[in-house]
């Protein structure tokens, strides 16, 4: 076990609807961040919160969206979802800020159909 | 933006066998971490290592950041050893991210 929580491990939904991932960070880590994993993208940055704030943004759609509460988990939404959208999401989380170790979760795999 | 290649892409081992994997990187990067994804999906964290050399186990690193690259080193394999081995870089300035490499397939035969 990494420290690093995310739920659901799984997921199935149709074309159009929205979905919500969670993650749980490391005990003390104040940094989270989201990847996509997909087969012919590889592994791509999407978002990063530090202590509630955004910090830093890449290569995410206009369709998510993301945010990290007062107790430091965070929810990525994935929203209008198309069957290109179909990919593991992985969160991993920091101590700092700055870019030091990750640690990953075991990711939410999404399929959408 | 940063490249980040790995070699080889694709790498059998009979179990038992030594193997090293590179990382090449085309820009000024202060943190590099090497990754191993199980046949399950699982990212694990093997190394953190911007610079210099770390063992654990039968696993070693060495990243030379002035010439830009690092290697991994893994002995006598095992079968558990199999799945995706991936480099990240962090850049020096700007953004808080990793770039991945591209992976190098790794399977071990018993």
């Known amino acids: 076990d990494s420290g690093v929580t995310q739920t659901p491990k799984h997921l199935i939904t149709a074309t159009g609807q929205r979905v919500t991932l969670r993650c749980s960070p490391r005990?003390?880590?104040?940094?989270v961040y989201w990847y996509q994993q997909s087969l012919d993208q590889g592994l791509q940055f999407l978002i990063q919160?530090?202590?509630?704030?955004?910090?830093a943004k890449g290569n995410i759609l206009e369709r998510f969206s993301a945010q990290q509460f007062p107790d430091l988990h965070s929810e990525l939404n994935l929203s209008s979802l198309e069957l290109g959208d179909s990919a593991l999401y992985f969160c991993?989380?920091?101590?700092?800020?700055?870019?030091?170790?990750?640690?990953f979760g075991s990711g939410t795999r999404l399929t959408v159909v | 933006g940063i490249q980040v290649e790995q070699s080889p892409p694709d790498l059998i081992l009979q179990e038992g066998a030594n193997s090293t994997l590179r990382c090449n990187f085309s820009?000024?990067?202060?943190?590099l971490q090497w990754f191993h994804q199980n046949p399950w999906g699982q990212l694990i964290n093997l190394f953190y290592?911007?610079?210099g050399t770390k063992q654990n186990g039968r696993l070693s690193a060495t990243t030379v950041a002035t010439e830009r690259y690092s290697l991994l080193y893994i002995s006598s394999s095992q079968t558990t050893d199999s799945g995706v081995y991936f480099c990240?870089?962090?850049?020096?300035?700007?953004?808080?991210?990793?770039?991945f490499g591209t992976g190098t397939r790794l399977k071990v035969l018993a």
């Open positions: 991993a989380s920091s101590p700092w800020e700055g870019n030091y170790g990750y640690t």
């Open positions: 005990s003390g880590d104040l940094s």
């Open positions: 919160y530090y202590n509630g704030e955004e910090r």
């Open positions: 820009d000024s990067v202060n943190n």
């Open positions: 290592i911007p610079s």
């Open positions: 990240a870089v962090g850049l020096t300035s700007g953004t808080y991210k990793y770039i």
